[in-house]
């Protein structure tokens, strides 16, 4: 399934934008956008995917998505039903955060909390509770307010710990390309395991590409990414599967082939311990939800122009 492309209007005079959005249930609309969406859901107890990360989510989720990345959360269950499910969306730009902490050094701490996100961010249980106490500033008349107040929670989130969520490189939208703050020798490593990761791929190699001993990558990969080469690799190789399951109709087994994997019963096998699903059933997370929001959910009257747009070319195009 393609992801729908969302156009943020931040307007003539904003360096950010503030999104109150109130339904009686969140439908599945699969988007990307080229801003960081840092979105906070109340009331709401359903599925958020991000990427290729599938997870169950309830009261005060936060997170943090990168730009470009797809994206949606989708609910039918309100947690208290007299209520509408609540949705805090605040979009900005990196480029813009970027410069202001070349200009500001009070806020280099920003910089660290965007390579954090790359594979999207979930924030740990409270950090949504704490957010709570700035939505009458977030969501104040006063631009220069509701600025003030989104600086001061990407300040304190800069502190924050979370989970990253998706695989790196799942999604053509987001490369998952090196960020530049790893060694040199690290980033090329990376870079070929990103391009060849469908082929196999020895350590000895990769030490060679490096300019590192086998041990001194090992260590380096340990360091940097917190995790062992072959288990970087595995991921990569999830997330192309995981791209493929949901944005075409390819049989699990050429699916299988094309992301690195010897055969089918190691791919099928690896990807429900990454995912606690198979292949097939990942796949229909994705297919079965689309297809019962096209059927059941009226058009929206708060979504982006572009975004609506997108979904009844979508519609046409069927």
């Known amino acids: ?12 005079s904003c360096s950010v934008r503030v999104y109150h959005r109130r339904l009686p249930r969140i439908p599945f ?37 990168p730009p470009n990345l797809p994206h949606t959360w989708a609910s039918n269950r309100s947690i208290d039903a007299a209520a509408p499910q609540v949705a805090i969306v605040i979009w900005f730009d990196g480029a813009w955060v970027r410069r202001l902490a070349d200009v500001c050094p009070e806020y280099n701490g920003l910089c660290n909390l965007l390579r954090r996100a790359a594979c999207g961010l979930a924030f740990e249980n409270g950090a949504g509770t704490r957010l709570r106490g700035e939505l009458e500033r977030l969501l104040s ?11 001061d929670v990407l300040d304190w989130l800069a502190q924050t710990p979370g989970a990253p969520l998706a695989s790196p490189g799942a999604f053509d939208a987001h490369t998952g390309a090196p960020s530049g703050y790893q060694p040199d020798q690290l980033n090329r490593v990376l870079a070929l395991i990103d391009t060849q990761f469908a082929h196999p791929l020895r350590l000895a ?15 380096h990969f340990t360091q940097h990414l917190g995790e062992s080469v072959g288990r970087y690799i595995t991921r990569v190789r999830i997330g192309h599967a995981c791209r493929l399951l949901t944005g075409t109709g390819l049989p699990v087994s050429v699916i299988a082939t094309r992301s690195g994997f010897a055969n089918v019963a190691n791919f099928n096998r690896q990807f429900k311990t990454a995912k ?43």
Do not use: C
């Open 1 to 12: 399934m393609k992801a729908a492309y969302e156009r943020v209007d931040f307007g003539a």
């Open 29 to 65: 609309e699969w988007h990307h956008h080229p801003e960081y969406e840092l979105t906070l859901t109340m009331n709401s107890r359903g599925k958020r995917f991000i990427g290729d990360s599938v997870a169950v989510y309830g009261d005060d989720d936060l997170v943090l998505v």
């Open 141 to 151: 008349a006063d631009p220069r307010e509701r600025l003030k107040a989104v600086l």
């Open 205 to 219: 190699t990769l030490a060679k590409a490096s300019g590192l001993s086998e041990r001194s990558l090992t260590r």
């Open 276 to 318: 606690a699903l198979t292949p097939a059933a990942y796949r229909q997370q994705f297919t079965g939800t689309r297809q019962a929001e096209d059927e059941t959910v009226p058009p929206l009257t708060e979504r982006s122009p572009s975004l609506s747009t997108g979904r009844r070319a979508a519609r046409r195009g069927r």
